[in-house]
């Protein structure tokens, strides 16, 4: 392969994994993890009571598996998993998620990704209440933690303190934080709003519902909701629209397939295995 022909391919993938791995799925050391200890004994004010949501979508052992493509090239997996019990974190009983995203060894040369996400969700209010990550991209080193205070409308970070808007989410935790909402009588166009946080910043996002359609994938057909997220336009995506995520049109809402056009060409993520479901998985026609 030629020296330039290798180094175009490498640059795409980059760009490529730059945009799919920080929207979608932790390890902080000890010295990180102590500077919190302090915020924990924050006193909530008598008057703010966190919300009860209604979780018919997942429960404690769910896992999900998916494989990325890269045009018709297998570049990478990503596995969700939900813990498989109550994880006490900060007084909150929460659900303690981890996303894992890596390419696969015959794309490490390219471009190496060993990506891990954790959030940990108020399993009543679902929202962040702790978030780690740790991301190593190719000689990329980063890490990540905060520590939301919905109460006080305050994150506490390794990067940073920032004034936030209440259930603020994390990009894990709001991707099943949507997965609770009922579309069933949503219309075409409808918009649903979102704050979430990323790398010392708050971006206010939104989705809008798209209709339903029925994909072939390797589990089988899947009747699907459609969703489009309003993207950032800069020098991964051209237009807000570019990304299309299908979930399931049953009470799991699982994410069935992504796809999105990006700079250098377009990538499609879907779903391989699944298993722990909370609810029946309807949509399946095998």
């Not at 894992?100 to 399993?123: C, L, M, N, P, S």
């Not at 790398?199 to 359609?213: A, Q, R, V």
């Amino acid at each position: 392969m030629h020296k330039v022909e290798k180094m175009n391919i490498k640059h795409n993938l980059k760009t490529l994994l730059f945009a799919f791995f920080p929207v979608i799925a932790a390890l902080s050391s000890i010295v990180v993890l102590s500077s919190f200890r302090n915020h924990t004994s924050i006193e909530m004010p008598t008057d703010f009571t966190y919300r009860k949501m209604v979780n018919n979508a997942f429960t404690y052992g769910e896992k999900l598996n998916y494989r990325v493509h890269y045009g018709f090239i297998n570049a990478a997996n990503i596995e969700m998993e939900v813990y498989g019990s109550v994880e006490e974190v900060y007084e909150h009983k929460t659900f303690h998620i981890r996303a894992e995203g890596k390419t696969i060894k015959t794309f490490d040369w390219a471009y190496k990704v060993r990506d891990k996400f954790d959030t940990y969700i108020d399993q009543d209010a679902l929202c962040p209440i702790k978030f780690t990550k740790t991301v190593r991209e190719d000689n990329y080193y980063d890490t990540d933690l905060v520590a939301f205070k919905h109460e006080k409308k305050k994150l506490f970070g390794s990067k940073g303190v920032l004034d936030m808007p209440e259930y603020t989410q994390d990009v894990i935790s709001a991707l099943y934080y949507a997965r609770t909402l009922d579309l069933a009588k949503a219309k075409k166009g409808d918009t649903y709003p979102i704050d979430v946080y990323l790398d010392n910043k708050i971006y206010n996002l939104k989705f809008k519902y798209d209709g339903k359609e029925t994909i072939k994938t390797d589990i089988g057909s899947v009747k699907c909701y459609k969703l489009l997220p309003a993207l950032i336009v800069d020098r991964v995506f051209k237009n807000e629209n570019d990304m299309t995520i299908w979930i399931s049109e049953d009470d799991n809402k699982i994410p069935i397939r992504i796809k999105a056009d990006i700079a250098v060409g377009s990538i499609k993520v879907d779903i391989t295995k699944y298993s722990g479901l909370k609810s029946s998985f309807t949509s399946l026609k095998n």
